[in-house]
């Protein structure tokens, strides 16, 4: 794999994850260091991992993964969009998010959820015969990079007075349409 092109295979994966930090950073308002690094480092660990999880299973499991690995995607980007809009419409009595996006199975399931087309590249690389180490790290290291970025966006948003509760209802909608995007490009809807 050329260089020029592993790096926009890598971007290309990764603006998943900026979109779902980007309504991450929206939810929580404020996102701390802490946060941000955690999330930058599950969606930069998770990218990693699943290309070389997709090139271990090769063209063993290849059919099965590629019918139903779109529709794990989308059920885990609806249930937390869901529930990122149901959590904006509440009052919360300090102004802030009751759950913490980067904590716990929230933040795993994101973190899978963003990375399953990782998981296709792997497959693809195995069936090339290409190595997939230095694919992974590099794949890991820009999704890490625009899930930070990401996040601080995210943050600057929801600091903006006018944005407030409907910049939250956005980024659930936003994960709402990566899922609907993913099942749309695997051909599994009708348009």
Do not use: N
Not at 2 to 15: H, N, R, Y
Not at 47 to 73: K, N
């Amino acid at each position: 794999m050329q260089a020029l092109e592993l790096l926009l295979t890598a971007i290309a994966l990764a603006m998943d994850a900026f979109a779902v930090a980007i309504a991450t950073g929206v939810a929580l308002r404020c996102a701390t260091l802490r946060q941000t690094l955690r999330l930058a480092w599950h969606f930069g660990l998770f990218q990693a991992l699943m290309p070389i999880t997709g090139w271990l299973l090769g063209a063993t499991v290849r059919h099965w993964v590629e019918a139903w690995a779109h529709w794990v995607a989308f059920a885990l980007l609806a249930y937390i969009g869901a529930r990122m809009i149901i959590e904006a419409l509440r009052d919360h009595e300090d102004g802030r998010p009751t759950c913490d996006p980067t904590r716990g199975m929230t933040l795993i399931m994101l973190s899978v959820a963003t990375s399953i087309d990782a998981l296709a590249v792997g497959l693809s690389l195995s069936v090339l015969g290409i190595p997939v180490w230095w694919p992974a790290l590099v794949i890991g290291a820009v999704a890490l990079g625009f899930t930070a970025l990401g996040m601080r966006l995210g943050r600057t948003m929801a600091r903006a007075r006018r944005v407030g509760r409907a910049a939250e209802v956005l980024g659930g909608v936003v994960l709402l349409g990566i899922g609907i995007k993913i099942l749309a490009d695997h051909g599994a809807l009708p348009f």
